[in-house]
């Protein structure tokens, strides 16, 4: 038990050591031990007594460190230490008073005893033997820094001096203009916020530098490496007012930079970073809605849009083409919401929208909103499913800042005017956009068929239908401004598009439909019917240009074949791509490869430029600050799949919470007890493997049974992984967990990717491949290698509701969940 104890608090110990002769020792542990009960503070108050008690020991280090030993005599006994020993030797004596056991202590444990570094080198293996059953990254999003200027590593002798001591030995790992590294022995306590002063032995060997007292700086982190070394992380306070040593030091860093190199911990963190956010944020299925306030109200102001999840924004378009997020992010609602105590906000938004004459309005209600509203629950449940436009939503909010849309590069302004240039903040009109941003809300479309005929079992009065006039919401004549945004990210297209407007005949079965084109590529093309269109996704057209034709007379473009691949929500906006019969020639591949080629200087390339430059990224950083999902990438190994990295934002979701529980949440981790690698190999890589980055996220989902009573993470969790919309084979296992255990539903979303979006990228790794190539393509190598991107959406309270199960087990269950969450956070 006591061994428990000061295993425990051995930090605390230890640093409680550094205090030990000081005349305020007493006052200092009461201090510090505050919070500890009190047999916790007994046994460590004995631990300090033992190491206080004088001591006669002879110390003989002949044999047992890598300094050569020598005679050293202390109070008429003769010792044998080496200079190392000797050093910690006088300054414990000078610390403690008298040679106590502290003392002893601290001479056998220096860094050179064999037996310390036998004993750390066992550590490091057993560390890197555990490290290496971690293989999958965890990347921490929007946790790089920006620098002030360029860091070398140069290693060169100092001496510090703080309070009364003086000449403290230590040396640099890095140095700048306005800061610095040292390595420091721990014997030497130092605290963030300290003042020290600190001369350059190492180059005043060399250089006349004019500093008599030395260069001041300031603590800002001390920083453990090992057993013996701290690293202190130090800024000037430029009180010495010496603009000749400034000069001397920054040419001395820009003259030695490529020799001594440049240290790129922090550009190589954030373009690991940057990579990997740059893969999930345009793959992310949820639409992304900013809030601002005004004049006391929340109103949706912006909205960032991919391909992934546009169709959500287009789902709130009506027919006036006017977005209607306003009605369903209402100021009440949000403010209802924005009463939870936890950080993220989060419930279920069902909605559903009735036509009449030819104006679409929105029907809409949270869980929350219908579980206080018992009465009309299961109508507006019953009636709203038996609608096509029937959907459902997990929405999750949280605070945002118009400060977040500033993240420079890891590369300070010294590095190249283009560096300085990228590094401006938003421009004062992206600024006036976001000034009143105050959160951010995650909209996921998470229903399914199955769960949707299920809500159509259920009964309900038809004859009180007008009472869900409760949950509609009228259409404002003046609709508040929604800004909808389009990420920009590396164009993935195959084939460039180009903007031309020419006639067209559309010839489905019996049917003759007319229209326009309004872009073409070698491969597709967009057209603008003139009437909606009957037809769906995969439908086989065939198209007929009679313009075109007038002039060619090699390509023959009446009725070839086409393939629909998308419909917008007003019919009339169709995207085909040209269906080929095995190898055979297509005359409209054949025609416009060639009308490409013979007109690029003519044809105008359809890029979807920003309509206020900036905007896009200035969200995009605002997202990335904000993230609280579950962000998963699959690399590629031989022919199948496996989880490379996970993202961490700055909220964590339920499974980095289960990850921490177990420690599985530093620099790498392992997650095959919650997805397992036969999941991977059975499941999810057969379903992925031959989709392309253009095919939407397939949703899969996951069934986690946690048991908090075990230490283990193979015993604690069981978890289920299926594809489809019927989960019903989860039944026994969440029936069985619903007693005692913690059940977690999960949706997870996977899609492919394409090449990495290195222009995102390209000012750091340029500047990394400057100073080491190698590190460059590695960094490039490892973003290549990312085939697949998931997004882990917890479902749980909607999913169970589906489930035969006892609703007061359910209710108890969900108890007992947001407990160990909260307790785990």
Not at 133 to 139: E, F, G, Q, R
Not at 221 to 237: C, D, G, M, P, Q
Not at 481 to 489: C, M, N, R
Not at 763 to 788: D, F, I, N, P, R
Request: one cysteine or more; glycine letters at 4%; a positive charge.
């Amino acid at each position: 038990m006591a061994d428990d104890i000061m295993l425990k608090h051995e930090s605390l110990v230890n640093e409680l050591k550094q205090y030990l002769g000081n005349a305020k020792f007493d006052l200092i542990f009461k201090s510090k031990t505050v919070e500890l009960t009190k047999p916790e503070q007994f046994l460590i108050k004995m631990e300090m007594s033992r190491l206080s008690q004088p001591v006669e020991r002879f110390i003989d280090l002949r044999g047992l460190v890598t300094g050569q030993v020598k005679p050293y005599e202390h109070n008429g006994k003769q010792h044998f230490m080496d200079e190392t020993a000797i050093e910690v030797f006088e300054s414990a004596l000078k610390q403690h008073g008298k040679y106590t056991l502290a003392v002893y202590e601290a001479v056998m444990n220096t860094e050179n005893n064999h037996r310390v570094m036998q004993k750390e080198a066992a550590e490091k293996g057993n560390k890197q033997e555990q490290e290496d059953l971690l293989n999958t990254n965890v990347i921490k999003f929007a946790s790089y820094e920006s620098r002030a200027e360029e860091r070398m590593n140069y290693s060169i002798k100092v001496t510090i001096e703080y309070n009364d001591k003086k000449n403290i030995k230590a040396s640099t790992s890095d140095i700048s203009l306005s800061g610095c590294k040292i390595k420091l022995a721990k014997r030497n306590i130092i605290r963030k916020g300290q003042l020290i002063a600190m001369r350059l032995v190492g180059l005043e060997q060399d250089f006349e530098l004019g500093l008599k007292n030395g260069i001041q700086y300031e603590v800002v982190a001390v920083e453990n490496i090992s057993r013996e070394f701290n690293h202190i992380r130090l800024k000037r306070t430029y009180v010495e007012n010496n603009e000749a040593f400034d000069n001397f030091l920054e040419s001395f860093i820009h003259g030695n930079k490529r020799r001594y190199k440049v240290n790129l911990d922090n550009t190589l963190d954030a373009v690991v970073s940057k990579g990997y956010e740059q893969y999930y944020i345009p793959r992310v299925t949820s639409l992304y809605v900013f809030l601002s306030k005004k004049d006391d109200q929340y109103y949706p102001s912006l909205s960032l849009t991919t391909e992934n999840n546009i169709f959500i924004q287009r789902y709130f378009t009506d027919e006036r083409s006017v977005p209607c997020l306003y009605n369903v992010l209402n100021h009440k609602r949000v403010s209802g919401l924005l009463t939870q105590p936890t950080a993220v906000k989060e419930d279920y938004l069902y909605t559903f929208t009735h036509v009449s004459s030819g104006k679409i309005y929105y029907y809409s209600a949270t869980r929350t909103e219908l579980n206080n509203n018992a009465k009309l629950r299961d109508l507006f449940l019953g009636f709203g499913s038996q609608k096509e436009s029937w959907q459902c939503f997990k929405i999750q909010i949280m605070p945002s800042h118009p400060d977040d849309a500033y993240i420079p590069l890891s590369l300070p302004n010294s590095a190249g005017s283009k560096i300085e240039k990228l590094n401006k903040p938003p421009s004062p009109r992206v600024e006036g956009l976001v000034k009143d941003v105050k959160y951010i809300v995650v909209l996921t479309s998470i229903g399914n068929s199955v769960e949707q005929s299920r809500y159509k079992q259920i009964t309900y009065d038809k004859a009180l239908v007008n009472q869900l006039k409760l949950f509609g919401h009228a259409k404002h004549k003046t609709a508040p401004y929604l800004d909808i945004v389009a990420l920009e990210y590396v164009n993935l297209r195959s084939h460039k598009r180009y903007l031309y407007k020419t006639d067209v005949k559309l010839h489905i079965n019996d049917t003759v439909l007319s229209g326009h084109t309004r872009d073409f590529s070698v491969m597709g093309l967009q057209l603008e019917c003139d009437q909606p269109v009957s037809f769906k996704k995969g439908d086989i057209v065939f198209l007929t240009f009679p313009d075109l034709q007038k002039i060619t007379k090699k390509h023959a473009l009446n009725e070839l074949k086409y393939e629909v691949m998308a419909i917008s929500k007003s019919l009339t906006t169709v995207n085909l791509k040209a269906n080929r019969v095995a190898d055979l020639p297509h005359a409209g591949v054949s025609f416009f490869t060639q009308l490409i080629e013979n007109n690029k200087d003519k044809l105008k390339v359809s890029e979807e430029a920003p309509k206020i430059e900036g905007l896009s990224t200035a969200l995009r950083n605002m997202v990335t600050k904000s993230v609280c999902q579950f962000p998963l990438y699959l690399h590629k190994e031989a022919a199948h799949f496996k989880v490379g990295a996970i993202g961490y934002g700055l909220y964590s979701s339920p499974l980095h919470v289960l990850l921490q529980n177990f420690g599985l949440l530093s620099n790498k981790t392992d997650v095959s007890s919650i997805i397992t690698n036969e999941q991977i190999l059975n499941v999810i890589t057969p379903n992925i493997k031959d989709r392309s980055r253009q095919d939407p996220p397939l949703a899969f989902t996951l069934a986690i049974n946690f048991d908090p009573r075990q230490d283990k993470v193979t015993e604690a969790i069981q978890s289920q992984c299926i594809l489809g919309e019927d989960y019903s084979s989860f039944n026994e296992q969440i029936s069985k967990g619903i007693k005692s255990q913690i059940i977690f539903v999960m949706r997870l979303y996977i899609s492919r990717t394409g090449r990495p979006d290195t222009d995102y990228l390209s000012s750091e790794l340029s500047y990394v491949s400057q100073y080491a190539l190698h590190k460059a393509k590695e960094l490039e190598e490892a973003l290549w290698s990312v085939t697949g991107v998931g997004d882990v959406v917890d479902i749980t309270e909607e999913a169970l509701s589906h489930f035969e199960l006892d609703q007061q087990k359910v209710d108890q269950m969900g108890r007992r969940k947001l407990l160990w969450l909260n307790r785990s956070r």
